[in-house]
């Protein structure tokens, strides 16, 4: 069984940078051609795909963020994590980490993380 | 990017009721559609990939249909724990994006 958990800052300055890492159980990272996601939730609010990072490290991000946003992938830990620069309050947001695949879409996800964007 | 609306935003009904929530996707996207449900606080389930695969696990009287533009996401007898928030999302291409949500109450 996948399970993925996130972890980092719960509260970020602004104008610094968000960092988030995704641990990943029940099998390495790289199985299965899997590509691994992000996905935020402002307070309240919808479901935005921030990005995506496959275990070769080749990405794909949201063009709102993409000015942004940095994936990155670590196979010897079985994690990957996420760097949002410049952020501000808009960035304020539960932000999850998820296993993505071609045909099942996001299919494992973590519990999600709240970060706060505040002086 | 795709644009992804459903409708109703809510709905009430009561346990035992038949429920239909519709998406529509602003241009096509073929069978890369997904439902999911969100219950407050915690991380979305996915219920169904490929517009009409249930996820192993999920009870069926959940069913998917559609292809194109047009879903549908029918629970066929409401029980009590299905009350919650249901996104529909396409993976057709990048950005992923996700319909803005029909939260489903007790009436």
């Known amino acids: 069984q996948v399970q993925l958990q996130e972890s980092g800052p719960g509260l970020v300055r602004p104008s610094q940078t968000l960092s988030l890492t995704c641990s990943v159980s029940?099998?390495?990272?790289?199985?299965?051609?899997?590509?691994w996601a992000w996905i935020r939730q402002h307070p309240g609010k919808g479901l935005e795909w921030i990005g995506c990072i496959f275990h070769s490290g080749s990405t794909d991000y949201n063009p709102s963020l993409k000015s942004r946003v940095t994936m990155s992938v670590d196979t010897s830990t079985n994690q990957f994590s996420l760097r949002l620069s410049s952020v501000t309050a808009a960035d304020t947001a539960v932000y999850y980490c998820a296993r993505q695949g071609t045909t099942v879409s996001l299919d494992y996800w973590g519990q999600g993380t709240l970060v706060t964007v505040s002086s | 990017d795709i644009q992804m609306t459903q409708s109703p935003s809510s709905l009430s009904a009561s346990v035992g009721d038949r429920v239909t929530i519709t998406c529509r996707a602003s241009q096509g996207v073929s069978n890369y559609l997904a439902w999911f449900q969100q219950k407050p606080g915690k991380a979305p389930k996915s219920l169904i990939y490929s517009a009409s695969t249930l996820q192993s696990g999920v009870p069926s009287r959940f069913s998917g249909s559609g292809s194109g533009t047009d879903f549908t996401l029918t629970i066929s007898s409401l029980q009590a724990e299905d009350f919650a928030t249901y996104y529909c999302?396409?993976?057709?291409?990048?950005?992923?994006?996700f319909g803005q949500g029909t939260q489903l109450e007790i009436k």
């Open positions: 029940g099998g390495p990272l790289s199985r299965g051609g899997y590509y």
């Open positions: 999302q396409q993976y057709k291409s990048y950005p992923q994006t």
